[in-house]
């Protein structure tokens, strides 16, 4: 099990280590993760953002408009949360 915590209200979320998404049972929002395509820091971000800011970084991304399972991260690498 993986517990990363939710980029909207910073709970801490019990998830499969294979899931690529959930949904926060704080705040219901829906979160994925997402690896920086410049430093490999995988974290938490909310699908309804445009773009996010590496948690780790500070880079600022545009996010994906499609996200497949197969090139998704998965919770059990997740290490931190990025920002909107």
């Not at 910073?10 to 705040?27: A, I």
């Not at 997402?34 to 699908?47: A, D, H, L, R």
Request: some cysteine.
């Amino acid at each position: 099990m993986a517990y990363p915590s939710c980029p909207s209200c910073l709970t801490v979320q019990m998830v499969g280590d294979e899931n690529d998404s959930y949904q926060c049972y704080g705040c219901y929002a829906t979160v994925r993760f997402f690896e920086c395509p410049w430093c490999g820091f995988s974290q938490t971000v909310m699908v309804s953002w445009n773009s996010f800011t590496c948690g780790q970084c500070e880079s600022r991304h545009d996010l994906p408009k499609r996200w497949t399972y197969g090139t998704s991260v998965k919770a059990g690498r997740v290490e931190g949360v990025g920002r909107s």
